[in-house]
């Protein structure tokens, strides 16, 4: 899997591949993402590919999410179609994330 | 017929009461007198009068009843009671049989231990010639004989050196004193020799004759072993008697040898015997249910008991929408019973194939089906001495009736949705093949949507815990009353997990056959369905995306989008963790989904033969975002109204999945 990355000033928006985060694909794309979990990172995941997402996606989220946290980051979501949106609402993830619907918003709320 | 008339201490084993029953009922048949008697349990403090006292444990006393207005000849009370005292003895004699058979088989293996020489590959036969090669040994002139008792004879075995000889007297001569005093002689006189020998030809012009019982502590004396010398100067001391009473040791252990490697080899068939019998059930005696009928829900369970039962099941769709179920149980076991069982159904269908399609719907005559049966049966069983129990039942889902035929079988229990009550179905006919005359006669009920029919062998409700109590019909209804409203498969789940704890055991004395059939209510009749089977692997997960892709958008379907994509979610979820944890992630292992689309509800069975997972309620998952895991059961019972886990009993697990059309309530989990 590639992945694309765009980075602005010091915020780097990541596009998360592929149509599925599932539990079949989770674990490798963890290792994927990896070097990007950078201390202090500010990052953007655009999910507009990814038409479903199950639990093992959404373990991997948050733990990046956990990840930069800890070190001072910050990372928000935006592009989650409706079946996306209807899992983090589910769990309630919709209040954990900030999530927003396009990537313009997502950047603008970096102040970029 | 007044009081009691005690015969034997003690109630037989619980689980052959039905059998005992059954038997006593053949036993009075043929003294002609089966419409005049029942055999009956009965609380000891409410026996009715005029009954003969069979058997009681505790509280409880088996009892032979007068039907009314029966009129028993003077000999038929200790007739039946004498074949009840033989069924007894023999049952005895059986298991006397077999506690020797585990002594003998460890004094076996002791003595086994003593002699190199028997470790040999040689024969039995080889083994005792040379015993008696051993014992002419160190007398010239010699002769010896191995003599083993026949029926009341002693036939010559083996000889050494000497012309065949014929038979020996277990009375008279040298060998009838040996018998009686069970101990080695010698005689060196052969004046003496031959008075005392008298007919005894073999050794009639022997200087010299020594003899030694051929006995084991189980059996006693059952052969000699006899030396004698002819050589003039021969004379016997007691070092050559110890040694032949050595060697009649010797040919004792292997003469018992030889006998207990025939009983191990017969009991090697016997397994084998059970073997067949299993696959005589699994492939002629019980039917592989209907899935996914659009009208009934049917579940059946058949456990094997350790010796070969004739119980024996099946159904048959009718073309009007009918369903026939035909239960039943041969008496007795083994082979035989498997084969009469299967022959029984073959005549069954038979009859049906015959009558059953010539008739309008709505006119099925089923006792014309079952009378037709019983006349081709009832010789048979007749002369084999065997009969049949059966129950013949037909579910009709467009008049919402239940009609049925039993023939002496256990009965029926009948859930009613309405009521939520389980009554007893139950006819009065006698065995097939207990009286030529019997006619059958019908009977029929009210069977609404929702209302379900448990069929059961006698192995169920006999099932028995340490204390002998025994599982019953009650307990049964009530497992019936809490289950029905969960479908064929929950019910039957129940009743082997009850069973289970209450006996304690997981094996069973007698076959343990029940079916299980529910008229689903119209709102759960499937309108479309569609089933796809995955490999455990998580790669595989494509495979279920695209079939429940499509099941979920199908118009039939009927479902928003939203609660589409919750549904995948849901069924990935469930998917997922049975590749996980039920197979551990092992691949090339089956998964199997059923999904069906009914008026108010979907349903989802997914069926796996992993490990069985979680049943408890799951735990909420951290929703601060805390921990990464623990939302998959949390997502399954969010989308989901009910999450049931069966055991099913081919072994496979199976998770069903529903949801409601007016998906709101919160999540109800069974266990």
């Not at chain 2, 829900?297 to 769709?317: E, K, L, R, Y």
């Amino acid at each position: 899997m590639s992945i694309a990355t765009e980075t602005l000033q010091d915020i780097q928006i990541i596009t998360l591949p592929g149509e599925t985060l599932d539990a079949g694909n989770a674990k490798i794309l963890k290792e994927e993402l990896a070097p990007m979990m950078q201390p202090g990172a500010k990052l953007i995941f655009d999910l507009t590919q990814l038409r479903f997402v199950d639990s093992s996606g959404l373990g991997l989220l948050l733990s990046c999410l956990r990840q930069v946290h800890n070190t001072g980051g910050d990372l928000k979501l935006c592009g989650l179609n409706k079946a996306v949106r209807a899992l983090f609402e589910l769990v309630r993830m919709h209040r954990v994330f900030e999530i927003f619907a396009t990537r313009e918003e997502a950047k603008r709320s970096y102040g970029v | 017929m007044n009081g009691a008339s005690q015969l034997t201490p003690s109630l037989p084993p619980t689980g052959q009461l039905g059998q005992l029953r059954s038997f006593l009922l053949s036993r009075a048949a043929a003294a002609g007198l089966a419409s005049q008697v029942l055999v009956e349990i009965y609380p000891h403090s409410d026996i009715p009068p005029g009954c003969l006292w069979l058997e009681s444990d505790g509280d409880s006393s088996l009892v032979l009843q007068l039907a009314p207005n029966a009129t028993l000849p003077p000999s038929a009370v200790p007739a039946l009671a004498s074949a009840w005292k033989d069924l007894h003895e023999a049952e005895k004699r059986e298991l006397l049989l077999l506690e020797e058979l585990a002594v003998d088989w460890e004094s076996l293996q002791a003595l086994y231990d003593l002699s190199a020489d028997l470790q040999s590959d040689l024969s039995h036969t080889e083994m005792l010639r040379r015993i008696l090669e051993r014992a002419t040994a160190p007398v010239r002139d010699s002769s010896a004989i191995l003599l083993l008792e026949r029926s009341g004879t002693l036939v010559p075995f083996s000889w050494f050196n000497t012309q065949a000889p014929g038979e020996f007297s277990s009375i008279t001569g040298l060998t009838g004193r040996v018998v009686r005093e069970q101990h080695a002689i010698v005689l060196n006189d052969p004046v003496r020799i031959r008075a005392v020998a008298g007919l005894e030809s073999s050794w009639a012009d022997a200087a010299s004759v020594a003899l030694a019982p051929i006995t084991t502590p189980q059996r006693g004396l059952f052969g000699i072993i006899a030396l004698w010398s002819r050589h003039p100067e021969s004379s016997f001391n007691s070092h050559l008697v110890r040694l032949l009473e050595a060697l009649g040791q010797q040919a004792a252990l292997i003469v018992e040898s030889d006998r207990l490697g025939r009983t191990l080899r017969e009991s090697e068939r016997l397994k084998q015997e059970i073997q067949i019998g299993s696959l005589i059930q699994q492939t002629l005696l019980i039917g592989e249910p209907p899935r996914h009928h659009p009208y009934f829900d049917i579940a059946t369970m058949n456990m094997p008991s350790q010796t070969v039962d004739g119980d024996f099941m099946d159904m048959f769709q009718r073309c009007d929408d009918g369903l026939e179920v035909l239960v039943g149980d041969v008496m007795g076991k083994g082979i035989p019973a498997a084969l009469i069982g299967a022959a029984t159904k073959g005549q069954v269908l038979r009859a049906i194939a015959e009558t059953g399609h010539a008739v309008a719907p709505g006119a099925v005559s089923l006792d014309g089906i079952i009378n037709r049966a019983a006349a081709r049966m009832t010789p048979h069983l007749q002369a084999i001495d065997r009969f049949v129990t059966l129950n013949f039942a037909l579910v009709d889902p467009q008049r919402n009736t239940v009609q049925w035929v039993d023939c002496g079988h256990t009965a029926t229990l009948h859930y009613h949705a309405a009521s939520a009550e389980a009554t007893q179905m139950k006819g009065e006919g006698l065995p097939m093949g207990v009286l030529e005359s019997e006619v059958y006669s019908e009977s029929s009920a009210p069977f609404e949507p929702g209302d379900t029919l448990l069929f059961y062998s006698d192995g169920v409700t006999e099932a028995s815990n340490a204390s002998g109590d025994m599982f019953g019909e009650d307990r049964l209804a009530a497992v019936l009353v809490e289950h029905a409203p969960h479908g064929a498969a929950a019910v039957l789940d129940a009743v082997r997990r009850r069973v289970v704890e209450f006996s304690g055991s997981a094996t069973f004395a007698d076959d343990f056959t029940c079916l299980a059939v529910r008229l689903l209510p119209r709102g759960e009749r499937p309108v479309y369905s569609s089933s796809v089977t995955l490999d455990s692997t998580l790669s595989d997960l494509p495979r279920l995306y695209a079939w429940a892709g499509t099941f979920l958008a199908a118009p039939e379907t009927d479902i928003e989008p939203e609660a589409a994509d919750l549904l995948l979610l849901a069924l990935t979820e469930s998917v997922t963790n049975i590749m996980r944890h039920g197979y551990e992630g092992a691949s090339g292992k089956p998964i199997a989904i059923f999904a069906a689309a009914c008026l108010d509800r979907l349903v989802f069975e997914i069926e796996d033969e992993g490990i069985p997972w979680t049943y408890e309620p799951a735990p909420d998952p951290a929703f601060d975002g805390s921990k990464s895991g623990g939302f998959g059961l949390f997502i399954i019972d969010q989308v989901m109204d009910r999450r049931l886990h069966l055991r099913l009993p081919n072994g496979r697990n199976r998770l069903q999945l529903t949801r409601f059309r007016n998906h709101q309530n919160p999540t109800e989990n069974t266990p």
